[in-house]
Each structure stands twice: as C-alpha cells, then as structure tokens.
C-alpha cells in the first residue's frame, strides 16, 4: 500500500549518464561494421559482377517471352476482331423548323421534311445509287398502255401501334390529297384514280401517260386509315395526331419537346421501331434538334448540343471547326438561276438576255463560294438524259456581251448604257442566303461592268412581314431573280417551262415557246428512255438560244459530323438532302471490338 501512495510513483529514478562510457560503445560499434563490409560485401562484390551477366540474360529472355506473348495476343485481336460502329447509340442532328406539325401531308420546313422521313415511309424510294428501289412495296407492274401501275405492299408492314399497313391506307391518303379542305402542302394528285385491289395491292390509273410517275410515289408519305378515318380533312392540321403520330417508318416518336417557345427551339425524339419491315435500326435513339436558322445551328454544333447538321450553307460551312467536325459536300439534284423575267420591259429582249449570258462569268460565282459546286447550266441535271448530244456550257465573252448589247440599242454613254436617254435598269432580287447573296454580289459586278445599272433586294421568307410568294414570286416583281429549283429525280422541268405554267404557276420567268412546249409534253407523254433523252435535249438547245435563265451551279447539301458518326456512306448519291436517311438502318454513333464471323 506504501507503494501506491501519490508521492511515491511520481518520483522518477534518478539516472547517470557517462560520455566516456558512450564512446567507447560507439567505436566498437563501427570496428563491427566494418568487418562485416569487408566479409559480406567487399570480398563478394566480384561474385555478384560475375552473376549479374546471368541475371541480365534471364531479364532479357523473360522480357522477350512477355513481349512475344502480347504481340501475339495482339495479332489474335487483329485477326478475329474488327472495330466497327456500335449498336444502340444516339445520334442528335440539328435541323432548320420551325416545327409547327409531324403530319407529313402539311410539312414545309426542313426540320417537318426530316421528322416525315423517319417516322413514315412511301411505297419507293432512292437508294445509294440514286435510283428508285421499293420502300413499302415489293413489286410495280405497270400496264401495257402505261396508264396504269399496280404496286403490292409488303404484306409485314405495320404501324407503330402494332396494325398492319394495308392497300386501304394507301387509297386514304391519295383522297386526303385531293381533298381540297385537306389544304395539304403536297399536290399534284388531281385525277389520278386510286383502288384498293385487295389488302396489299393497290393501282393507281392515270388520265395519261406520264413517264415520271413512278418518281411521284417517292414523294408520297401514306397514313394510317384507322387513326385517321373519321377526322373531318378540315380539321386534321389542328388534330393530335399532327404531334403524336402513328407511322410506319423505321423511328416512331417518343416525345415533343418545346424547349423555347419564343425561338422555335424544339426536339424531337425518336425510338427505334424494333418491329420495322427492313430490320431493326442499329441507332436506339434519333434526336431531331429544332432551330430558327443557319447560325444557330452553327453555335449548336460549336457548344457540342448536337453531333451533326445538314441544314447549313456553303458558305456557313467554311466557318465550321475542321478540328472537331468532317464536312461532306453531296451534290443534289437542284439548280441555283438567275431567272429572267421574260415579259419585263428590258427582258423581254432576247438579244438582252443573250448579252448577259455571254457577260456572265459562271465559274467566279462558284469560285465566290466554294471550290465543291458542281457547273449547271441546262434546265436539269445532265447526268439525267444520256445520248451524248447535250449542248456545251455557253462560253463567257464579256466582248460578244458588249456587241449583243449594242446591237440591241443600249449604247455606252461614259460608263453607262442608255436607249433613247434611258438607262439599262436591271432590279435583281433574291432570297436570304448567304450562298446566294455572294453569288448575287458578283453577278452584280460582272453586269456593272457590261455598263448595266444592277439594283439588289434581298428578302427574308421568315420574317413575318415578308410574304415571298405572295409579294415577289407570284407578281414577278423583279426582272431577275436568283432562285433554286427542285429538279427531282427526272428530267421532267415541265412545271419551270412549259407556258401554261406562267403567271400562275412556277414558271419564274414566264418563259414561253411553241418548240419548247412540243419537247417538254412530248418527253413526260412517252416512257422510252431514248426518245426522252431526244426530246429533253431538243429542249435544252432551244432553252439555251432563248435564255429564260442562267444556270449558275449544281446545289449540294453540307453534312456535318463528329468522327464517331458513320452515317452518309462516302459514295452516296442524293436526289435530295433528305435522301441522306436512306441507309439510317445503319447508322452508328460510337465504335466496338467485335469477332469476325468466318
């Protein structure tokens, strides 16, 4: 108990400390050290030089084992295994609305175009090549009178809501077409004879032969009749079907969504229809984002919103980011014009309109925009009419213009050209586009120098004050407007230049002509591809001398993507941008390592 009392265990043992004592401990420590350095390190270091030639073979040999070892396993992935696209990505473009409905029968922006081509399919459509293949249909025959073609349906088409697609669906779209209280965006249909000849096979009669028919099917989106049936055609722009469809195509819709109202800005979103005809889509998901116009799209692609875009101008394209993004240039069967008024007071001079034909220098308005802008300068495409006996391109000869100007009394009076103290006036108007404006600044200098006084008016069709068809197409108020036509899959232009498509119609430029009436009838009458191409180049020939318009160039469509999108095949051949969907069942977002099938 003593022990444990508080003063006795807080004493500490009172301890001595020897600097002698330490030392001499200190220095036999060392003698110790060095005698085991000379005995177990000194006296072996020889040992281990001779044993370290062993040790650096072994590494050596250990090394190469593993180096083979991987090399091998690398030739066995290399030789089994193959990188290709990887299934159930998502794939989100930027398209050009406004969206204002998903009913194909009323779309008219780009972005309504693109949704239509996803979500409903036709009975043909264009496949890589450019040529007509069967989409919904799996046999045409057409009769012996070539009045009448009779289409089957494959008999496994369904709609997104499990029905199968029928003949009847067919017959019910044609009648909402030439319903005039449809008020569909698509025409054309007007006595053409539709019936259902049993569930999977329709005919459609026509009142004449028309050898581009078959082209007209591609441009026919078909609906459900049993959604549809009983909606008055009055009413179904505004029913709910026009933003929560049922379709037959290889996506159907998930959800539309507004994300800013005041913008326009919209997506789309698209599942993948597992129980297509054609086969499941390797893409799980499609998004189609919505926006106003190019630049935004532009800034969309620039903060990664998206991983690709079409709707985007040459011009435009040359801004885009060569780092992050490929730039495809596709041609497409569309022309850009300089269309002329025929029945302007200057115009209608066809000496005039010769002189700025040899005064326009075609190839500096393409250089103007781009190096990838393929020549035009027929009424249509020229690889569309074979034969062999096109006519060349004009030849630019600023000095033939200047004498065919003379000649038609506007004589050079110091810098400009004037008739009876009037000076030559040209108003040229076209629509906003950045492509087009600078094609529009150099056909303005190009006839400034010919001593021609050139106004420019550029309109905007979004801007709600500015009524394009009504204000400026319809009333012809320029006397030449810088436009571009949709060709098509045929050389059938009959709509652009046939005379009974003045004023009223599309012919732009009011053009008429007794020889180019008789080619243009004649060649849509007659199915015979060689009597065609005779005709549609008989029409060329007489278009050129009477220079209606000038070709400038052969439209092509801009697609922009990130590298791991595999969507437009390098040798695709469009008839238009919304062609580019033709292969989408194969498209991929993304790469995998996958065993190559023997």
């Known amino acids: 108990?003593?022990?444990?009392?508080?003063?006795?265990?807080?004493?500490?043992?009172?301890?001595?400390?020897?600097?002698?004592?330490?030392?001499?401990?200190?220095?036999?420590?060392?003698?110790?050290?060095?005698?085991?350095?000379?005995?177990?390190?000194?006296?072996?270091?020889?040992?281990?030089?001779?044993?370290?030639?062993?040790?650096?073979?072994?590494?050596?040999?250990?090394?190469?084992?593993?180096?083979?070892?991987?090399?091998?396993?690398?030739?066995?992935?290399?030789?089994?295994?193959?990188?290709?696209?990887?299934?159930?990505?998502?794939?989100?473009?930027?398209?050009?609305?406004?969206?204002?409905?998903?009913?194909?029968?009323?779309?008219?922006?780009?972005?309504?175009?693109?949704?239509?081509?996803?979500?409903?399919?036709?009975?043909?459509?264009?496949?890589?090549?450019?040529?007509?293949?069967?989409?919904?249909?799996?046999?045409?025959?057409?009769?012996?009178?070539?009045?009448?073609?009779?289409?089957?349906?494959?008999?496994?088409?369904?709609?997104?809501?499990?029905?199968?697609?029928?003949?009847?669906?067919?017959?019910?779209?044609?009648?909402?077409?030439?319903?005039?209280?449809?008020?569909?965006?698509?025409?054309?249909?007007?006595?053409?004879?539709?019936?259902?000849?049993?569930?999977?096979?329709?005919?459609?009669?026509?009142?004449?032969?028309?050898?581009?028919?078959?082209?007209?099917?591609?441009?026919?989106?078909?609906?459900?009749?049993?959604?549809?049936?009983?909606?008055?055609?009055?009413?179904?722009?505004?029913?709910?079907?026009?933003?929560?469809?049922?379709?037959?195509?290889?996506?159907?819709?998930k959800l539309l969504q507004d994300v800013d109202a005041t913008h326009g800005r919209k997506i789309i979103y698209l599942a993948r229809n597992d129980n297509y005809y054609k086969g499941a889509a390797k893409l799980s998901r499609i998004q189609l984002h919505v926006y106003k116009d190019i630049d935004t799209v532009k800034r969309a692609l620039a903060t990664s919103e998206v991983n690709a875009a079409s709707d985007i101008s040459v011009t435009a394209a040359k801004s885009i980011n060569s780092a992050r993004y490929t730039v495809d240039y596709v041609p497409v069967n569309n022309g850009v014009y300089a269309l002329f008024n025929t029945t302007s007071t200057i115009l209608q001079d066809q000496k005039v309109r010769q002189a700025l034909q040899a005064g326009t220098n075609t190839a500096a308005v393409r250089t103007a925009i781009s190096d990838k802008l393929p020549a035009l300068w027929l009424p249509f495409i020229d690889s569309q009419v074979g034969g062999g006996n096109l006519p060349a391109e004009p030849t630019y000869d600023a000095q033939k213009a200047a004498e065919l100007l003379d000649q038609a009394g506007w004589k050079l009076e110091g810098s400009l050209r004037k008739k009876e103290g009037k000076e030559l006036t040209l108003t040229v108007v076209t629509t906003k586009n950045s492509d087009f404006e600078a094609a529009l600044n150099v056909l303005s200098e190009q006839w400034r120098s010919l001593g021609i006084t050139v106004t420019t008016s550029i309109v905007d069709p979004s801007d709600p004050a500015q009524n394009v068809a009504q204000d400026i197409l319809q009333p012809r108020h320029y006397d030449v407007l810088l436009y571009q036509l949709v060709i098509g899959g045929d050389p059938d232009v009959y709509a652009y230049w046939h005379s009974s498509q003045v004023s009223s119609g599309l012919n732009l430029s009011n053009y008429k002509s007794g020889i180019g009436d008789e080619a243009l009838v004649s060649a849509r009458s007659r199915t015979e591809t060689n009597l065609r191409d005779a005709k549609y180049t008989n029409f060329a020939r007489q278009w050129l001398s009477d220079v209606p318009a000038i070709g400038l160039y052969q439209s092509t469509v801009q697609y922009v993507h990130t590298a791991n999108v595999r969507a437009l095949a390098p040798d695709a051949v469009l008839v238009s941008g919304l062609d580019r969907y033709q292969n989408v069942l194969y498209w991929t977002v993304g790469t995998e390592r996958v065993f190559q099938t023997p």
Do not use: C
């Not at 002698?20 to 072996?44: G, P």
């Not at 697609?165 to 067919?170: E, G, I, K």
């Open 1 to 253: 108990m003593a022990d444990n009392e508080p003063g006795k265990w807080r004493r500490l043992p009172k301890m001595s400390f020897s600097s002698k004592d330490l030392s001499r401990r200190m220095k036999r420590v060392e003698s110790a050290t060095v005698r085991h350095a000379r005995r177990f390190v000194f006296k072996r270091w020889d040992n281990f030089r001779e044993a370290r030639r062993h040790i650096a073979l072994w590494v050596l040999v250990i090394g190469v084992l593993i180096g083979a070892t991987g090399l091998q396993f690398w030739w066995y992935q290399n030789e089994y295994q193959t990188t290709v696209g990887a299934s159930n990505g998502t794939y989100a473009e930027a398209v050009v609305g406004p969206v204002n409905t998903l009913n194909p029968i009323f779309a008219q922006s780009n972005a309504e175009d693109a949704a239509s081509e996803l979500l409903f399919s036709r009975l043909l459509t264009y496949d890589s090549t450019g040529h007509l293949n069967y989409d919904l249909a799996d046999s045409m025959k057409v009769s012996e009178d070539q009045k009448t073609y009779t289409l089957t349906i494959r008999p496994d088409a369904q709609w997104s809501d499990g029905r199968y697609v029928r003949a009847r669906d067919v017959v019910f779209t044609v009648g909402l077409l030439q319903n005039a209280a449809t008020r569909s965006t698509l025409t054309g249909w007007t006595g053409v004879k539709v019936e259902a000849v049993d569930d999977v096979t329709v005919a459609f009669s026509l009142p004449a032969v028309y050898a581009a028919f078959p082209h007209a099917l591609r441009s026919l989106p078909i609906l459900p009749e049993h959604v549809l049936r009983d909606v008055e055609p009055s009413q179904l722009r505004e029913n709910a079907f026009s933003s929560n469809p049922v379709g037959s195509g290889p996506f159907s819709l």
